[in-house]
Every structure is written in C-alpha cells, then in structure tokens.
C-alpha cells in the first residue's frame, strides 16, 4: 500500500480466513479505492454515518472530497477540515452545475447539503453538481473522493413519487459517476440502508464493499451475492453489531473480514436515539393542572394556529383562465367568483398554427433572456423544457403546450437560426432529414454547424457548440463534433494554419474557417 488509511481493527476472523489477524488494524488502500469504487450498506442504526465519516476525516489530508448529504450530517466536517458547505436550497441548478465544476478546478473540498427540500429537488440538485463535475475539462480532472449518503434516494431502485424527469436525471448521474467516472478522476462511494432500493446498474460497478447489519432477506441475499457468499452465510449479517462491518475488496481485503469502525473527532448534529430519566414525579394534581389549565389563566395566551387554505396555485389558475378564452367567444361566467371554463371545441388548423407561431415567440424570448445571463445558455435541456412550460401556462397554452422530444427539436431550430431564414425552404429539407436521423441531443449541434455552412460563417468555436450541447465542457463538444463525422453527416478539416472547416454532406455547404481545431 502506498497511502493506508486506518479505518478501524479487526474484531474477527471470517470463515474463509483473513489476511490480518485480530486486534490488528484495519487498512484501506486509498490509492486503489480512487481507482475502484466502494459500497456500504446497513440498516438504519448499522453505523452507516460512522463509518462514512471515519474515511473522511481520515483521507482529507490526501484527497479531495465532495459530500452528497441528504441530511445535513457532514457539515461539521467544515469546521476541522475547511470543507466548503453548499446550501443546495439557495441555488438554482445551473449555479449548483457550475459550482461542480469549479470546485474541480480549484479543488476545493465541498459539502453539498440538500436538508431542507423535498426528495425530487434533492435529486434534481444532487444530478446537477454530479454533472457539473462529470463534466469539467479534462484539465481538472484531479480525484476526487465523492461520497452520496442514501444513495437509494438517488439512484432508486423503481419510479417513486418523484417525476420521471428528475429520477432519470438522477439516476444518469449517478450511474455516470460509477460506471464513467474513474477515467475522470472520480472515485463513488455510496452507501444505503436497503440494497434492493438501489438500482442494480449502480451497486454493480462497486469492487469494493463494506457491509453492516441487515435484517430482510432480500437484503441479505444482494449483499452475499455481491461478497461471494453462500446465501446461508449471510445470516451473519444479523449478528453484526453497530460499528462492524464485513470488508472485502481489493482496497480492503482479498477475503471478507469483520471490521470495527474507529473513532471519530466530529460530530453529527444529528441527535441519535437516546435515554432521558424522567424529571421526579410530581403529584397527580400539579401534573393536572400543567398540562390541562386552560391557556387563559396562566398567562398571555398563545395564538392558536389554524389551518388555512391551500395557497393558490397562480399559474394553474393563469393557464386555465387562457385556455378559457381560447375555447369560448366571450368571457367566462364570475358569478361564483372563479373562472368556468366553456364547452371545449375543436381547435382548427388555423388555430394550431396560430399557438405554432405563439409558441416559437414564447421560445425566442426565452433564449433573448437567457443570452443577458452567461451562465443560462448551458443549462441542461431539461431546465430549458421547464422554463418554457411555465412561460407557455403563462401565456395561456395550457401545461402541456410541446412535449420534451418536440422541445428539443424546436429549440435546435431556435438555436441555429432556421426560423429566420426558412426551415422550409427546399435546400433544407435533405438536410433537416438528416438531422432527424441523430440522436435529439446532437441535433442542436448537428443544425448549428448546417446554418454556419449555409450562410459562409466561420466555424462555430467549442465553446459555441458547448453551448448548444448543453454543457461547459469544450472537450464534451469537440467528441460531439467528432461523432458527427463518424455518423457521416459532416467531414472536419483543417486550413494551412489549422483552423477548423467544416463541410455538410449532401448540399456541400462549407463554414469559412473558425478557431484553431
């Protein structure tokens, strides 16, 4: 082992045997779990927590680490460490992807705290830092250790109450930090209660694992498929006390041991469960009239809470106060003070045309915005999809006005510019085919190169593509570029002072040329 961290003793000898004995330390090979990946799952009150932060507090001189913490747990690490602690409540995603990558620029180790917020804007953060960090240039791509407590909440199992949207963003992510991240410098190690809650994609790319107690047989018969057990074998994992684990790994140990965690030197502020002696007993009069005197005779009484209505809803009450006045000549009835909604009609081809051109103003707005703000233009397409649904509903186009794949193609035409020279026009058509033919996310690009071509622009630069991709990773855009030319659909050259020229197959259109390639 180069750098070892101790992360407890060995408390027991495993039936297979063990490479240390027992009352020796336990060791992790830091260096070989950075280039592996590790999981640790236990029931509640396994030691779960305990344990994550032992490897913290251990490996923070030597490696730099970023926190996913559901519960606002690690935030003391701060303190004693110097972790950076970002409050996930007061950013929006595009702020919390960029803080991903520039806390990989200038490595800086980072606690993102999600307490406070529902479970599908946890997930839609926790997908925007994890990107943000999967997506930094090559250049800083410096390990980092990244931690995700619960990380069932992340990466679940099955659909929840949560959207599909944000589970799926989510789960990408978290899959791209298991599957893709070690070639980028990022080392998972994830840790949840229930193994059957964790998506299987995610827990398999684990080498590395550290089992607590647990309790359910579905559980027990994950984790000893996971170790190499016999199923019969894994009824130790009952038996297990807080604090101990079963290790196997190539950054741990050949063969599973039992481990007891070490000590700590920070705190949760989570208060665990605990025993409180009971103030001595008073009389049962005195406990009476306590708990039962009416509030009035003991004081300024408290203002008693009730429970008012539910706040209204503003956009619903705006989308369906347009969808009123689109369906019927007059105003909707007042009488009862809401809004009443007319016998529905069938919209006509005129009308639909109509909300068209609606929607393209409502979409061009939208970019005009974003281009004040420099970071708003690399948001993901997601992001993009729900600020414009909201500006539909405001606009009277009802919640569901263009679907995702229908947004994504309309934004690529928004994005190269097609709405102003004609996507109609018949030089485009072959040309729009063959967009239609790629995949939605490099549609974008694949059209924006088109429309450089077609009006003899200089070749859009990395950072332009970047942009239509949805990303701040230049190299991310120069593989799009390069995927483009392998599907055929474009040949990249270069001039005699090595700027880049691109050519669109079919029409022969040809960008002046552009940065250096």
């Given amino acids: 082992m180069t750098v070892a961290i101790e992360i407890g003793t060995r408390v027991e000898t495993g039936s297979t045997g063990g490479l240390t004995g027992i009352g020796e330390p336990a060791l992790l090979d830091l260096e070989e779990l950075l280039s592996t990946r590790l999981l640790v799952q236990g029931n509640s009150g396994s030691g779960k927590s305990h344990l994550l932060r032992r490897l913290l507090e251990q490996s923070a001189a030597w490696v730099q680490q970023a926190v ?38 200038h490595r800086v180790p980072v606690v993102l705290n999600l307490e406070g917020i529902d479970a599908e804007q946890q997930m839609r953060r926790a997908s925007a830092f994890l990107g943000g960090m999967f997506d930094a240039p090559r250049e800083s791509w410096y390990p980092v250790l990244v931690v995700v407590d619960e990380a069932q909440l992340f990466a679940p199992a099955v659909a929840g109450e949560v ?40 827990a398999a790319e684990a080498t590395n694992f550290l089992m607590g107690r647990t309790f359910l047989d579905i559980d027990m018969a994950r984790a000893a498929d996971l170790l190499g057990m016999e199923r019969r074998q894994a009824e130790s994992f009952r038996d297990l006390g807080r604090g101990r684990f079963v290790a196997l790994g190539p950054a741990l140990s050949r063969r599973p041991i039992t481990v007891g965690i070490g000590a700590v030197v920070t705190e949760s502020r989570s208060a665990g469960p605990g025993l409180l002696p009971l103030a001595p007993a008073a009389s049962e009069k005195d406990m009476r009239e306590l708990i039962l005197t009416p509030p009035s005779s003991t004081g300024t009484p408290r203002p008693r809470r009730m429970p008012g209505p539910p706040p209204p809803d503003i956009l619903a009450q705006l989308s369906a ?5 689109a369906s019927a000549p007059g105003l909707p009835d007042a009488g009862d003070g809401g809004l009443t909604r007319a016998s529905p009609v069938q919209p006509t081809l005129e009308d639909a045309a109509h909300d068209r051109q609606r929607m393209q103003v409502v979409l061009r707005a939208m970019l005009a915005d974003h281009d004040a703000e420099p970071e708003a233009g690399f948001r993901p397409v997601h992001v ?68 450089a071509a077609h009006r003899r622009l200089p070749c859009p630069s990395d950072l332009e593509i970047a942009r239509a991709y949805g990303t701040h990773s230049t190299g991310r855009a120069r593989r799009q570029l390069h995927y483009l030319e392998e599907r055929d659909v474009l040949v990249l050259r270069q001039d005699a002072t090595g700027r880049r020229i691109a050519v669109i197959v079919g029409p022969g259109w040809e960008t002046l040329p552009g940065a250096a390639a």
């Avoid at 950076?84 to 990989?104: K, P, S, T, Y």
């Avoid at 978290?174 to 809650?197: D, E, P, S």
């Avoid at 106060?321 to 006045?325: L, P, S």
């Fill in 384 to 451: 993009l999809y729900q600020d414009f649904l909201v500006r539909c509903r405001i606009e009277g186009l009802g919640r569901d006005a263009l679907d995702l794949a229908g947004f994504r193609k309309a934004l690529a035409t928004a994005r190269a510019g097609l709405d102003e020279v004609g996507a109609e026009a018949p030089d485009w058509q072959a040309v729009i085919r063959t967009g239609a033919s790629l995949p939605e996310d490099v549609q974008g690009v694949f059209l924006l190169v088109a429309q």
């Fill in 321 to 325: 106060h347009g969808a009123t006045r």
């Fill in 68 to 105: 996913i913490d559901p519960e606002g747990d690690f935030v003391s690490l701060a303190e004693r460490f110097g972790h950076l602690v970002i409050d996930a409540a007061e950013h929006d995603e595009a702020g919390l992807a960029a803080a991903g990558e520039r806390m990989r620029t």
């Fill in 163 to 202: 959207s599909d949207e944000a589970r799926r963003a989510s789960l990408g992510a978290m899959t791209n930090l298991m599957c893709r991240g070690r070639k980028r410098g990022l080392a998972g190690v994830i840790a949840t209660q229930r193994l059957a809650k964790l998506a299987k994609n995610v």
